[in-house]
């Protein structure tokens, strides 16, 4: 009866300490994760419409197609209006892209598009603030990995509102519309 | 009807030579920027043939692997993985683009430039090989 008792002891014991510790986890990380401050970054503390676009150096597609659909809105604007847009690349895979190999990919398709390396702990919390998600994949393929991830340009506002997002794929002449009403949108508070 | 029989004939002549035609359309591949050594191959497939084939592999100097691979978007995420085959239909078309089925170029010699072009061999599952140039975008 005795050792039947102290097992249901321990038990309990055992139960209690799970239960505390998912409990603190939980807290710590939703604690962290409310605590977070995407706007340290300099880059998006800038009083300019920023354009957020997450992707990585070996994506075959959208990431490429992304860039040069911007590339190209970005060469029809006026030099007055490109200079209050921002367009930031995050890169999803920082284990295999270095700072120089994303500033030679981000410059091929405009010099205004600035390539931003963050440690993995923090892309992790900066990518779900903008609700991006991403998946890190192994492949039976020279790739040896991919990332999934949304594709979605994610549009802040110089008073730090995520604005809209933009699929990857529209057009790049909507693109420039919907720019050029947003900086318009957004006189006096630009700079 | 005299003028019918050899415009019959005509048809039914070109529809055999058209019978083991297998035909690729505006095949590209995407520039590179300095430093990437990968790129992406797109085209469009005929296949004049009543079966349906598939391709399986392809092959080219200028670079040292190549692989077919899938592109979809699911859940709100755009999601890549690798296939072992890309099926044409009988008498239809596949079209390898953006956002769906393409090859991938690995270890690429040298960088991909705009309006090069590049020879690329395609294999199917009937053994029939298509040689096909590929013009730098």
Redesign the interface.
């Known amino acids: 009866m005795g050792k039947f008792v102290s097992r249901e002891i321990f038990k309990t014991i055992i139960y209690t300490v799970v239960l505390i510790s998912v409990l603190t986890f939980s807290y710590l990380k939703t604690k962290k994760e409310s605590e977070y401050n995407p706007f340290r970054l300099k880059e998006l503390n800038n009083n300019k419409i920023t354009l957020l676009y997450f992707g990585f150096?070996?994506c075959?597609?959208?990431c490429?197609?992304t860039l040069s659909k911007i590339s190209a809105a970005f060469r029809e604007m006026s030099p007055e209006f490109l200079s209050q847009v921002s367009f930031l690349f995050i890169d999803l895979d920082p284990e295999r892209d270095t700072l120089l190999?994303l500033k030679?990919?981000t410059?091929?398709?405009h010099p205004k598009i600035i390539p931003i390396s963050l440690s993995l702990e923090e892309l992790s919390l900066f990518s779900r603030y903008f609700g991006i998600?991403?998946?890190k994949v192994p492949?039976?393929?020279?790739?040896g990995y991919?990332i999934?991830?949304?594709?979605?340009i994610v549009v802040v506002s110089p008073d730090r509102k995520i604005l809209k997002e933009i699929e990857h794929?529209t057009p790049a002449k909507n693109i420039l519309l919907e720019l050029n009403k947003l900086i318009v949108q957004y006189k006096g508070k630009l700079k | 009807m005299k003028t019918i029989i050899p415009i019959l004939l005509f048809f039914f002549t070109f529809s055999l030579l058209a019978a083991d035609k297998m035909e690729i359309q505006d095949a590209t591949i995407?520039s590179t920027?300095?430093?990437?050594n990968?790129?992406?191959i797109f085209f469009k497939v005929l296949n004049h043939t009543s079966e349906p084939i598939k391709l399986v592999m392809a092959e080219g100097l200028f670079a040292k692997?190549f692989?077919l691979?899938n592109?979809e978007?699911?859940q709100?995420?755009?999601?890549?993985?690798?296939v072992t085959s890309i099926l044409i239909n009988s008498n239809s078309s596949t079209e390898l683009k953006?956002?769906g089925f393409?090859i991938?170029v690995?270890?690429i010699l040298k960088p991909i430039k705009k309006g090069e072009i590049y020879n690329i061999k395609l294999i199917f599952d009937n053994e029939k090989i298509i040689e096909t140039k590929v013009l730098g975008n």
């Open positions: 150096l070996s075959p597609d959208a490429p197609t190999k030679n990919y410059a091929f398709f998600s991403f998946l492949l039976k393929s020279a790739m991919t999934d991830h949304s594709t979605q794929d | 995407r920027p300095p430093g990437m990968m790129s992406v692997k692989e691979h592109m978007m699911l709100g995420k755009m999601i890549m993985r690798p953006s956002g393409h991938m690995f270890d």
